[in-house]
Structure formats: structure tokens, C-alpha cells
């Protein structure tokens, strides 16, 4: 059996394809991405919110003697703002399966119009009609995935940045600590 070689892809065509994917997306359904990019910054402040700030405003509060009331506010705002992130990540995720099927049918629509342009006697070659309908069958998915796996990566950049801020927190604590 011989192995076939996978040719290498360079990084540009690589940005162009995921670009590609990213723009069949925002032209079937421009809500899909912004809604899902949305979700991500949303995200990232509640994490930043419930791991970071709460604990290090109520311990600071408690310690500079603040209010109770005034705490309570507070603490409460942000359970306000966990409560409407949770709602809206379940809009938004009510929203791509109701979504899902006009993206679908958008690509597959391409699909066809580019199939229509091929050679009759191309469909004739069992290696090529396996190739068009696993492409068919995937086209979706593999959009969604592009989709998702770019906003993951941006995801993860926020989470560094976040990593990064809570250090330079500590770090200035742990220098008004240093002074006392």
C-alpha cells in the first residue's frame, strides 16, 4: 500500500481558506459570528469578573473597612451580570440552532451552483463523486469549526491577557504589601 504524501499548505493560503469560511459564514448569517465573538468578550469579562475582581474587592473592602451595604451592591451587580451573561449564552446558543439550517442550506447551495459547472463525465469517477458528497456532507461542520477554532484562539489570547493583568494585580499588591 503506498502512503500518500500531504502536501504542505503555507500559513497564506491557510488565512485565505479560514477567511473564505469566515465570509461564507457572515454572508448566510452575519449574526452567527458577531453573536459568537460577542459571547467570547462577554465570557472573558465574567471570568475576569467572578475570578478576579470579585474576590479581590471583597477581600480589599472587608479589610478597609467599607460598608457591608455598599459591598453587598456590589457583589450583587455582579451576580446581576452572571445571571444576564447565563441568559444571554442561552439565547445565543438557541440562536445557532435555529440558525444553523440557513447556513446550511447557503453552502449548499454553492456546492450545487459549483457543481453544476463540472464536467458530467467527472461524476462518472467513483473517486470523485465520494470526494463531492463527503465535501457536501462536511461543508457545514467544517464551517462551524473554522469558525469556532479561530474564536478559540482569540479566546485564549484574552485569557493571557487576563493571566498576564491578574499578575501585574498581585504583583502591585504584593509591593503595597512589601511597603507596610
Given at each position: 500500500m503506498k502512503i500518500k504524501k500531504r502536501k504542505k499548505i503555507n500559513w497564506k493560503r491557510t488565512f485565505k481558506n479560514n477567511g473564505y469560511m469566515i465570509g461564507l459564514i457572515m454572508k448566510s448569517c452575519p449574526g452567527v459570528f458577531i453573536l459568537t465573538l460577542v459571547s467570547i468578550i462577554l465570557g472573558a469579562v465574567h471570568s475576569f469578573l467572578l475570578n478576579t475582581y470579585l474576590y479581590q474587592y471583597a477581600l480589599n473592602a472587608l479589610?478597609?473597612?467599607?460598608?457591608l451595604?455598599?459591598?453587598?451592591?456590589?457583589?450583587?451587580?455582579?451576580?446581576?451580570?452572571?445571571?444576564?451573561?447565563?441568559?444571554?449564552?442561552?439565547?445565543?446558543?438557541?440562536?445557532?440552532?435555529?440558525?444553523?439550517?440557513?447556513?446550511?442550506?447557503?453552502?449548499?447551495?454553492l456546492l450545487q451552483k459549483k457543481a453544476a459547472t463540472v464536467d458530467l463525465a467527472c461524476f462518472e469517477s467513483s473517486a470523485f463523486y465520494d470526494t463531492y458528497v463527503k465535501a457536501s456532507g462536511d461543508a457545514t461542520n467544517r464551517a462551524y469549526n473554522v469558525m469556532n477554532n479561530i474564536l478559540d484562539v482569540m479566546k485564549k489570547e484574552i485569557c493571557k491577557r487576563k493571566l498576564f493583568f491578574k499578575y501585574l494585580i498581585f504583583c502591585g499588591q504584593w509591593v503595597q504589601w512589601y511597603k507596610f
Open positions: 479589610q478597609e473597612g467599607k460598608e451595604k455598599v459591598i453587598l451592591i456590589t457583589l450583587g451587580c455582579m451576580f446581576a451580570y452572571s445571571v444576564l451573561y447565563m441568559v444571554f449564552q442561552c439565547f445565543s446558543s438557541s440562536y445557532f440552532e435555529l440558525k444553523y439550517p440557513i447556513v446550511e442550506a447557503y453552502i449548499q447551495n
